[in-house]
Structure formats: structure tokens, C-alpha cells
């Protein structure tokens, strides 16, 4: 599963203080969601030794960077989760398009993914 949270540097407020709007980042944390949920796979050694966790991304755009970069914030324990996680999300993030609104402007959001085994079935 993949959470449905999102953050900003000093939470959703201060994003918005600084010209980067609450709604804005909303819409593209979810679009990001929806594109990573399509290309997340349990890692065939976590499936076998029984791992699980969540493990924390944060993507974030800079006006003076390429494109988005990637950073695992939090760590399942696990490193083929952790790998997993963040390869999804960079592939996710190389492919959703940015809403006009925050083309140009930085900010950042988090992205929870839960590993479970149920949810592998």
C-alpha cells in the first residue's frame, strides 16, 4: 500500500507561505501516488525471508535542478524494501508531470510505502 500523507518543508503551511499552494502540492503527491502504486513490486527476498515495513521518500523539486530527486527519509530495516521503494518512486517521479502551478518553485513531499505480505497476494 501506498500512503496517502504528504509534507512540505515545515508541513503543508509553511509551503504555502512561501507561494507553493496546500491544493497544488495535494495534486501532485497524488498523481505521484497514483503512478508509484502502478509500478511498485515486492521484492522477491523480502517475499521469501517474510520482510515488511514502510519506508519514507520524500521527492523534491528545486527550480534550479533537472527534475525531481529522491531521498529515502525513513528506512524499512530492510534494504531490498528500501531499494524498491525508492526506485519506484524516482520512476514515478520521471514520469508525472509537474501542474503549472508549481513549475518553478520549490517544495518537497513525502511518500509512505507500506510492504506487507497480505497486500502482495
Do not use: C, N
Not at 515545515?10 to 505521484?32: F, H, I, S, T, W
Request: overall charge neutral; hydrophobic content about 40%; aromatic content about 4%.
Amino acid at each position: 500500500m501506498l500512503s496517502d500523507s504528504t509534507a512540505a518543508p515545515g508541513g503543508g503551511q509553511a509551503a504555502a507561505r512561501e507561494g507553493v499552494g496546500a491544493d497544488d502540492l495535494r495534486q501532485y503527491r497524488v498523481a505521484l501516488a497514483i503512478a508509484a502504486r502502478r509500478l511498485k513490486r515486492y521484492p522477491p527476498l523480502a517475499r521469501e525471508r517474510g520482510w515488511e515495513g514502510r519506508v519514507e521518500v520524500a521527492v523534491s523539486v528545486s527550480a534550479w535542478q533537472r527534475g525531481p530527486q529522491s531521498s529515502l527519509v525513513h528506512s524499512s530495516g530492510h534494504a531490498a524494501l528500501d531499494e524498491q521503494a525508492l526506485s519506484m518512486i524516482e520512476k514515478a517521479a520521471a514520469t508525472t508531470m509537474l501542474p503549472e502551478s508549481l513549475k518553478g518553485r520549490d517544495f518537497r513531499v513525502l511518500l509512505p510505502i507500506e510492504f506487507t505480505l497480505e497486500d502482495d497476494q
